[in-house]
């Protein structure tokens, strides 16, 4: 955008005296002029939707104006500032004052349903102050229903034995079995029941196991580590021990204080080993 300068100062030429050829005005000083303000009226934008070219700059209106002055990008940015920091982010945040609406909360009514946030249960989970009822399900079960009101149940929570095991306070009976064993059927004690196993090859014994040893030159090998009151039970079921022996091998104890292992060689023979301590070993 240019400016106008006038070149050629007409008013002097009026001092001038008459005859000086400097007094008159040549068409060339009248180009000239006009070339001037021909440039710098094509360069200057109308005041009628003027087109700006380059950055024009323009003075910042005070914060809050509300008028036909023009907005410059200051004004602009400040303004939207001012309003982001006074709205709610998506990312969300706590409001400073109530909050009243004439629509929905995710699809709730709050004004309607009447129910403040502090009064609900939260999803993590916490404790009723009252009874709970329902005209649904919880996680699928009708227990309104469902084997009638729970406080009809004979069986409750309190008087059930827990799945990490516990103590039963009176006698138990049973029509299936535990762990496989029909109890009912074979009149064992589960803690004082050995049950005979034929061993025809070479095995290491678990504290009350009862092996009937079954081929001659084999070793069954005691616990390591016993317990002292820790049993095994060893029997010749063939009855040819005295000419083919096995051995009980003593596994790092002792046996009837001794630190060698036991040859069995008594035909039909059955002993039981006990650990009584470290310097006995297994008594037999």
């Known amino acids: 955008m240019s400016n106008y300068s006038k070149t050629t100062n007409f008013a002097s030429k009026d001092a001038l005296a008459s005859g000086n050829p400097l007094k008159t005005i040549k068409g060339t000083e009248f180009n000239v002029e006009f070339d001037a303000l021909q440039v710098a009226s094509a360069t200057k934008a109308n005041i009628a939707a003027p087109t700006f ?76 102050s009252g009874a709970v009822t329902t005209n649904s399900t919880f996680d699928g079960v009708d227990i309104a229903t469902r084997d009638g009101v729970l406080t009809s149940t004979t069986a409750t929570a309190a008087a059930a034995m827990p799945k990490s095991g516990g103590a039963f306070s009176g006698a138990l009976t049973t029509n299936s079995t535990f762990d496989g064993r029909n109890v009912s059927l074979d009149g064992a004690k589960l803690d004082k029941a050995a049950i005979p196993l034929i061993t025809g090859t070479s095995v290491t014994a678990v504290n009350a196991g009862y092996h009937v040893v079954s081929a001659g030159g084999i070793t069954v090998t ?61 008594s037999v």
């Open 53 to 128: 070219t380059g950055v024009p700059a323009a003075p910042t209106a005070n914060a809050g104006t509300n008028t036909t002055q023009i907005a410059t990008t200051a004004f602009a940015n400040a303004a939207a500032t001012a309003a982001s920091a006074a709205a709610m982010p998506k990312s969300g945040g706590a409001f400073t004052g109530a909050v009243t609406t004439n629509s929905t909360f995710d699809g709730r009514d709050v004004a309607a349903d009447g129910i403040l946030a502090t009064n609900a249960m939260p999803k993590s989970g916490g404790a009723f």
């Open 222 to 282: 005691l616990p390591a580590n016993p317990s002292a009151g820790n049993y095994v039970i060893i029997k010749d079921g063939t009855g040819v021990a005295a000419d083919t022996t096995f051995t009980v091998a003593r596994n790092g104890s002792k046996i009837a204080s001794l630190a060698s292992d036991l040859v069995f060689d008594k035909n039909f023979a059955e002993i039981v080993m006990t650990y009584v301590n470290s310097t006995i070993g297994w």
